[in-house]
C-alpha cells in the first residue's frame, strides 16, 4: 500500500439472466456488499435479460455517465445460446485488460479444473470506464472481487491499480 488518499469510486452493477430477478440476484447483492464494504458507491443497479442489444444500451448508458467509474457484470460469460454478454460487450471496449480473463481462468481452474476453460471472464476500459465480465455464480463473483478486482479497484494498492485511472473521468 502506498500513502495515496483511498478514492471512492462510483460503481454500476449489471446482472445478466433471462432467470434472475432482483429478488433472487445473490452475485449482484454480493458485488454490491462488497464495494460498499470497499469504501465505493453503487449508484447504478439492474438485472437484464441476455439480449445483445439491450445489454449494449445500459452499459453504453453507464459508459458515457461522467459519474461511473467502474461497471461490474455478472453472468452470460460461459458458452451456449443465452451466453451473450461478451459479444454485446467487447465491441465497446477501447482497450482490453487481457490479464483478467486468464487470471480469472487461472484461479478458477484450482477449485473447478477444467470447467475454467468455460469461462469467457473478461475485463476492459472504455472512456475511463473500467469493465469486469464476470460469470453468474455467487462463488465466481466471490472469486473474482477477492483475487483480482478488490485490490485494482483500490488506489492505495501498489505498483499499480485502476482505481487512479478511472477516477479522472469527466
Known amino acids: 500500500m502506498n500513502g495515496n488518499p483511498m478514492i471512492k469510486l462510483n460503481c454500476a452493477v449489471l446482472t445478466i439472466s433471462n432467470s434472475r430477478t432482483a429478488a433472487n440476484d445473490t452475485s449482484g447483492d454480493y458485488l454490491v456488499d462488497q464495494l460498499q464494504r470497499a469504501g465505493h458507491l453503487c449508484l447504478e443497479r439492474t438485472v437484464s435479460p441476455a439480449n445483445i442489444y439491450a445489454l ?8 458515457a455517465d461522467p459519474r461511473i467509474h ?19 460487450l467487447q465491441p465497446l471496449f477501447d482497450q482490453t485488460i487481457t490479464g483478467f ?23 476492459g476500459l472504455a472512456n475511463q ?42
Open 70 to 88: 467502474v461497471i461490474i457484470t455478472n453472468g452470460g460469460t460461459g458458452y451456449g445460446p443465452e451466453k451473450n454478454t461478451i459479444a454485446a
Open 101 to 123: 480473463g486468464e487470471h480469472f481462468r487461472q484461479l478458477s481452474f484450482e477449485d473447478i479444473g477444467s470447467s475454467a476453460m468455460q469461462s469467457d471472464a473478461c475485463a
Open 56 to 63: 449494449r444500451k445500459i452499459i453504453s448508458s453507464w459508459i
Open 129 to 170: 470506464t473500467v469493465i469486469f465480465c464476470l460469470p453468474g455464480s455467487t462463488n465466481a463473483c466471490r472469486l473474482a472481487w477477492t483475487r483480482l478486482i478488490r485490490d485494482q479497484l483500490n488506489s492505495q494498492h501498489t505498483p499499480c491499480n485502476f482505481a487512479d485511472h478511472c477516477a479522472t473521468k469527466s
